[in-house]
């Protein structure tokens, strides 16, 4: 029994030191001319950035959504955009290059170092997630979600082997919430 509790605490201890740093600014919600304009940044602990610097390839992926908020129900999804940010350093060579896909376009930058590369990279500029005119009136917020993958495993080996770490990190923020179509006796 001694032994059991002494594993846990040991496993507990273990899980607690791989705990990601990793956290998200913002997520800014304005309205620009009938239209939900959304930013977010993600920033990175020490640890992940000297990896990015010494070579390690990233691929980390932005998940932008607008929910509806509900009382008695679970929020509703009502749409959400993807941004798939791909980093690479490499020291020897002295290359910086970044790669972002939106869902539309693939861009790809080239930079003079690794700092201002992560800089660019790892800030979603101000774009436009809805059109107020479609949404229903009620209240909404926005979820920006940031994750690391470490490997891409098929599904039915995911399932076999369900303790390997697939994420390197996952980290989730909320915008306030906010009303949208909607009189002031109804936002309150």
């Not at 304009?37 to 992926?61: N, Q, R, Y």
């Not at 080239?110 to 479609?134: G, Q, V």
């Not at 009620?138 to 770490?165: C, D, G, H, W």
Request: aromatic share 12%; glycine share 2%; charged share 30%.
């Amino acid at each position: 029994m001694l032994r059991v509790s002494a594993y846990l605490i040991f496993s507990l201890f273990l899980l607690v030191s791989t705990v990601s740093a990793a956290e998200i600014r913002g997520p800014s919600v304005r309205f620009d001319d009938g239209r939900v304009m959304v930013s977010a940044a993600l920033v990175l602990d020490e640890k992940h950035v000297e990896e990015i610097e010494k070579g390690v390839s990233k691929e980390i992926v932005f998940y932008v959504d607008l929910f509806r908020v509900w009382d008695t129900w679970p929020d509703e999804f009502v749409q959400g955009s993807t941004f798939v940010q791909t980093l690479h350093c490499d020291p020897v060579k002295k290359e910086y290059v970044a790669t972002s896909l939106n869902g539309v376009r693939l861009l790809e930058k080239r930079f003079s170092s690794c700092r201002r590369m992560l800089d660019w990279a790892l800030r979603i500029p101000e774009f436009s997630l809805a059109d107020t005119e479609e949404l229903e009136p009620s209240r909404y917020f926005v979820k920006v979600t940031a994750e690391s993958r470490l490997r891409r495993l098929p599904p039915f080996i995911n399932l076999l082997f369900f303790f390997v770490r697939e994420k390197e990190f996952s980290v989730s923020r909320n915008s306030p919430v906010f009303p949208v179509n909607m009189t002031d006796e109804e936002a309150r």
